[in-house]
């Protein structure tokens, strides 16, 4: 059953059979600016408030993972900053406040990243997909993305144990294929991803993959 409550003055909504949920009232982008603070996830859209709840271990190990594995990349050839949610991305034209999993700007970008969000698409920006939001992100998501110019668009699906990854090209996502049993990111050269390596029961150590990739830069 759905509950609705009101905590510290936030309209909070549950419902333990899905993992998001839209509020029964709309607001303004700048109610939802005003109401949404650092503990709440939640997405604006176009006046509607989906509110996210937390994730399974399965997504929360994945995403720590791909946080560590990624910023530790970034931050060691000073390529800009990686950033998890719920921060949220501005997509104006789309009328959208975005929470990705997980995203990169590039240093050339930074002028862009504010203190609550970031303004229009960022370089790289990664889903981590569940069976309730396998819709939202192949295909809202997918078409905002693609639209705001975000360069790269990661697809990770822990259920059918996939790794999409599709690059901007005139505007246009087209999927990038493995080479080698591997998936090479165009925003981050050098930094490489084996799908083997999200499924397994403990994930490799960061450490040693970094050395691999830096072996072969």
């Known amino acids: 059953m759905m509950t609705m409550s009101i905590i510290s003055n936030h ?4 419902d333990p059979g899905q993992t998001a949920v839209y509020l029964p009232t709309r607001m303004t982008e ?7 603070d650092s503990h709440t996830w939640a997405e604006w859209v ?3 408030v989906i509110l996210m709840s937390p994730v399974d271990i399965v997504h929360a190990d994945l995403s720590a993972f791909l946080m560590q594995l990624i910023g530790v990349f970034v931050n060691d050839h000073e390529l800009g900053k990686v950033i998890a ?4 991305i501005r997509l104006p034209r789309f009328r959208r406040r975005r929470s990705p999993d997980l995203f990169f700007v590039s240093n050339s970008r930074l002028d862009k990243l504010h203190r609550m969000h970031f303004e229009g698409g960022p370089d790289l920006i ?6 309730e939001s396998q819709s939202r992100d192949r295909r809202e998501k997918y078409l ?3 639209a705001s110019g975000v360069k790269e668009y990661w697809l990770i699906d822990p259920h059918s144990k996939s790794l999409e990854v599709y690059i901007s090209k005139t ?4 999927r990038l294929e493995p080479e080698a049993g591997a998936v090479h990111s165009t925003v981050l050269q050098g930094l490489y991803i084996r799908p083997d390596w999200l499924w397994r029961s403990r994930f490799p150590s960061v450490s040693s993959l970094l050395k691999e990739m830096a072996g072969k830069r």
């Open 126 to 131: 990664i889903e981590i997909v569940s069976p």
């Open 11 to 14: 309209l909070e909504l549950r």
């Open 30 to 36: 700048a109610q939802f600016v005003a109401w949404c």
């Open 144 to 146: 905002e993305y693609q």
């Open 85 to 88: 949610e719920p921060f949220q």
């Open 46 to 48: 176009d006046g509607n």
């Open 171 to 174: 505007r246009k996502f087209v």
